[in-house]
Every structure is written in structure tokens, then in C-alpha cells.
């Protein structure tokens, strides 16, 4: 993506649509505007996600193509927001007062003039290019490759669970980690996190899991002088 005309470098977008096949007419105009990239990835699919953790200081676009997307916008809204600020492009029918309460830096009518959109998301791009989330994608530094997962999917993982130091509740995870109409499971998820555990202890990490069989929670904890044992299988 181009360079904006005040002269701030323009951020890489990542396109996440909650429905790819309906996102196609609106991208399409969008890219001949030299406004998008490309590539428009489908919710909960590594390669968004590996995206948003690899590019220098992203802006992550969420298009929400009709009312027939899957809801729970704000819920996605304030996960996504913990990879990357978040501009949502949303039907005219929806309300932006609750994604911008979870956390979305702004919420743009997929209706209006392309140009004029075009000059909204160039401001978003700004705004995340010297925002305060600007400085902590500036802190990650990139993994060396003999310390990451051969599988794509937990390589993206183990990228997520370093990406924010804060516990990961089960809930937010199934619902990045499956496909937008469809959740994954927790008992997939139960399943795929010991897996990182070689990989973290190689970084000096260890993973814990806190909470109940209904809700429960990961986080990525110091292995040296850890009170508690690492995480169990459930």
C-alpha cells in the first residue's frame, strides 16, 4: 500500500472478511484504488492471522459483507484488537456505538463512494502508524526459525500466545481460532495447547491453564521459578 499524501508511510492492511464470497464486489473496487491489498482472508484461517503477526505495525480490516455474517461483531472486535488496531467495514444497518465500545478504531459504511472511503482508511492508517499500538508492534521481534512449529496453525498459535501477555480466555480463542459461522471447539483447543509447551520451554516459557472445565483461561508464564505446576491436560 501506498504512501499517503501528508507523508506518513502508510501500514500494511490485513483484510479479514466474515464471509469471503460476499466480500468480493466491494474488494474488487477497493484494490483497483490501490486501497487494499489483494488478499482477503477468511475469519479464523492461519494465514490472516500469521499476517497480523508478522507485518510491521498492521491495520486489520474486518469486513462484515451483509447482515447475513455471523453476529457477535463486538466480541470479534475486542479480540481482534489484541493483535492489531481494528477498523470494521460494516452494512448500513449496523449500530458502530458497540464496536467502537470493544475497541475498534473506526467503523466505515461499506456503502459510501469508494474515494471517500478510500481517504477514511488512509486516516485509520495514520492513526495506526504512530498510535500507542504502533510502539508495541515495534516490540516484537520475530522468532528464530529453528524455535517455531512446523504446522502452520501452531505456528500461528504460538505467535498468538506471545502476541499478549494477558491471560487468553477459552471463549475469545475458539472464536478466532474457528471459521466465522462455527466456533472451534474447546476440547480442540484442549488439545492443540500442550503442544506448544516444547516450543515455549525451548524460549524459557511455560504455559498455565487456570479455570474450570466450563470457562478457562491460558497464559504464557516465566519457567524459572514458577510456584505452580505447568499446565494438565484436562
Given at each position: 500500500?501506498?504512501?499517503?499524501?501528508?507523508?506518513?508511510?502508510?501500514?500494511?492492511?490485513?483484510?479479514?472478511?466474515?464471509?469471503?464470497?460476499?466480500?468480493?464486489?466491494?474488494?474488487?473496487?477497493?484494490?483497483?484504488?490501490?486501497?487494499?491489498?489483494?488478499?482477503?482472508?477468511?475469519?479464523?484461517?492461519?494465514?490472516?492471522?500469521?499476517?497480523?503477526?508478522?507485518?510491521?505495525?498492521?491495520?486489520?480490516?474486518?469486513?462484515?459483507p451483509d447482515e447475513?455474517?455471523?453476529?457477535?461483531?463486538?466480541?470479534?472486535?475486542?479480540?481482534?484488537?489484541?493483535?492489531?488496531?481494528?477498523?470494521?467495514?460494516?452494512?448500513?444497518?449496523?449500530?458502530?456505538a458497540a464496536l467502537?465500545?470493544?475497541?475498534?478504531?473506526?467503523?466505515?459504511?461499506?456503502?459510501?463512494?469508494?474515494?471517500?472511503?478510500?481517504?477514511?482508511?488512509?486516516?485509520?492508517?495514520?492513526?495506526?502508524?504512530?498510535?500507542?499500538?504502533?510502539?508495541?508492534?515495534?516490540?516484537?521481534?520475530?522468532?528464530?526459525?529453528?524455535?517455531?512449529?512446523?504446522?502452520?496453525?501452531?505456528?500461528?498459535?504460538?505467535?498468538?500466545?506471545?502476541?499478549?501477555?494477558?491471560?487468553?480466555?477459552?471463549?475469545?480463542?475458539?472464536?478466532?481460532?474457528?471459521?466465522?459461522?462455527?466456533?472451534?471447539?474447546?476440547?480442540?483447543?484442549?488439545?492443540?495447547?500442550?503442544?506448544?509447551?516444547?516450543?515455549?520451554?525451548?524460549?524459557?516459557?511455560?504455559?498455565?491453564?487456570?479455570?474450570?472445565?466450563?470457562?478457562?483461561?491460558?497464559?504464557?508464564?516465566?519457567?524459572?521459578?514458577?510456584?505452580?505446576?505447568?499446565?494438565?491436560?484436562?
Amino acid at each position: 500500500m501506498q504512501a499517503d499524501k501528508v507523508g506518513t508511510a502508510a501500514v500494511p492492511c490485513v483484510v479479514i472478511s466474515l464471509a469471503r464470497e460476499r466480500s468480493g464486489p466491494l474488494l474488487r473496487d477497493a484494490r483497483r484504488t490501490q486501497l487494499l491489498p489483494p488478499v482477503v482472508n477468511s475469519w479464523g484461517t492461519p494465514q490472516a492471522y500469521g499476517e497480523l503477526l508478522t507485518q510491521p505495525r498492521p491495520l486489520a480490516v474486518m469486513d462484515v459483507p451483509d447482515e447475513g455474517c455471523p453476529q457477535e461483531l463486538a466480541h470479534r472486535v475486542g479480540i481482534l484488537r489484541r493483535l492489531a488496531p481494528v477498523t470494521v467495514l460494516a452494512p448500513d444497518t449496523t449500530c458502530p456505538a458497540a464496536l467502537l465500545e470493544a475497541g475498534a478504531t473506526n467503523v466505515l459504511t461499506r456503502s459510501m463512494p469508494i474515494e471517500e472511503l478510500a481517504a477514511r482508511l488512509a486516516a485509520d492508517q495514520r492513526w495506526a502508524a504512530r498510535g500507542p499500538h504502533a510502539l508495541r508492534s515495534r516490540q516484537r521481534h520475530p522468532l528464530p526459525p529453528h524455535l517455531l512449529p512446523r504446522q502452520a496453525s501452531q505456528r500461528v498459535l504460538l505467535r498468538l500466545v506471545l502476541a499478549d501477555p494477558g491471560p487468553w480466555c477459552c471463549h475469545d480463542m475458539t472464536r478466532l481460532l474457528g471459521p466465522a459461522d462455527q466456533p472451534l471447539t474447546r476440547a480442540a483447543l484442549r488439545a492443540r495447547m500442550p503442544r506448544l509447551e516444547p516450543h515455549l520451554g525451548r524460549l524459557g516459557l511455560t504455559l498455565r491453564r487456570t479455570g474450570g472445565w466450563g470457562r478457562f483461561s491460558y497464559t504464557v508464564l516465566p519457567a524459572s521459578g514458577l510456584g505452580t505446576a505447568p499446565m494438565q491436560a484436562a
